[in-house]
C-alpha cells in the first residue's frame, strides 16, 4: 500500500520529521491520553464480552501511540501516513501499514471492530485546506472499513464556529507558518458543528461519549495553555448499536 501517487505526504504534512512524536505527546498531555485509554478499553471490554472473541482495531493516524490496552485486541493495524519510527516497538499482534487515509485506493476488504481515529481530522487539511472535503472522503473510508456491528470512536480537538471560519480566512498564512516555520504539518481545527453537518450528510449513525476536559494542550511540541489556546475535546462514537 506504500504507493507515492497516492500518499501526496508533501500535500497533508507529515508528523514524520518528529521522531519521538510518541513520548513528546503523552508527556505533554497524559490525561488527554488517560481519558482515551479509559473509553477505548470500555469499548474493547464491552465488545469481548458481546461476543465472546477479541476484537480487530485500526488506529487511523494512530502514530504508534497506541492509546489502549494492547492485549485486548485480537489485530491490531496503525494506519498512518508516515512510516513507523525505527526505535518503536510494536506489539507481537500489530502491524503498521504506511497509507493515506484520503486515498482512493483503501483497503476496504478486512473489516474492523473498532476503528479508532484520534487528533487526526484537524490535519486532513492540505496546501488548499479542502479540510470539508477531506472529512467526507476520511467519513467514506471509514465506512469501508466499519465491520458490520464494528463502531468507531472519533477524538477530535474542537473550536468554536467563528475559529474555524477564521482559520479560513487566514489559512493561506498561518499554514506557511505552520509548515515553514513550526516544521507542523498543516492543520485546520474544526467546529463540532462542522464534524456533525458531515456525520449527518453521509447518514452516519453516531453519539456523543463524556469527555472529561484538559487545561493544557499538545500544539507543535508544546504544552501550551487553554487559556491561549481554546480548544476543548470531543469523543464521537459511530455505529450502528450506539
Ligand atoms: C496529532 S497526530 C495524532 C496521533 C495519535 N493518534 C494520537 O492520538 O496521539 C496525527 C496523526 O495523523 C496522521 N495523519 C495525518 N494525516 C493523515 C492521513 N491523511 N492519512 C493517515 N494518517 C494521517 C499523522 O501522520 C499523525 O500520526
Known amino acids: 500500500m506504500n504507493n507515492d ?10 508528523f514524520e520529521a518528529m521522531t519521538d512524536f510518541v513520548n513528546k505527546a503523552k508527556a505533554i498531555t497524559p490525561e ?3 481519558e482515551v485509554n479509559t473509553i477505548i478499553d470500555r469499548h474493547l471490554n464491552d465488545f469481548v464480552e458481546k461476543t465472546g472473541r477479541r476484537p480487530n482495531v485500526i488506529d487511523i493516524g494512530g ?6 490496552d494492547i492485549t485486548i485486541p485480537n489485530k491490531i493495524c496503525i494506519l498512518d501516513i508516515f512510516r513507523k519510527p525505527e526505535h518503536l516497538i510494536l506489539p507481537g499482534n500489530a502491524e ?10 483503501m483497503l476496504d476488504k478486512i473489516k474492523y471492530d473498532v476503528v479508532i481515529l484520534s487528533g487526526v481530522l484537524h490535519h486532513l487539511a492540505d496546501k488548499h485546506n479542502n479540510i470539508k472535503q477531506n472529512l467526507k472522503i476520511c467519513l467514506e473510508n471509514i465506512r469501508k472499513f466499519l465491520a458490520q456491528d464494528g463502531c468507531c470512536l472519533i477524538f477530535e480537538s474542537i473550536v468554536p464556529q ?4 477564521l482559520q479560513d480566512l487566514l489559512y493561506p498564512l498561518y499554514s506557511r507558518i505552520l509548515t515553514k ?19 449527518n450528510a453521509m447518514n452516519f449513525q453516531y453519539r456523543m461519549l463524556d469527555f472529561k476536559q484538559i487545561n493544557h494542550h499538545y500544539f507543535a511540541g508544546y504544552k501550551v495553555s487553554s487559556k491561549i489556546y481554546p480548544i476543548s475535546y470531543v469523543c464521537i462514537k459511530i455505529g450502528k448499536n450506539l
Open 5 to 14: 501517487k497516492n500518499m501526496n505526504v508533501h500535500e497533508t504534512g507529515s
Open 162 to 165: 467563528y475559529f474555524g471560519e
Open 32 to 34: 488527554y491520553y488517560h
Open 96 to 105: 503498521w501499514i504506511v497509507h493515506n487515509i484520503l486515498s482512493e485506493d
Open 63 to 68: 502514530a504508534g501511540v497506541l492509546p489502549f
Open 181 to 199: 516555520v513550526l516544521k507542523f504539518p498543516y492543520a485546520r481545527l474544526l467546529s463540532l458543528k462542522e464534524i456533525t453537518a458531515a456525520l
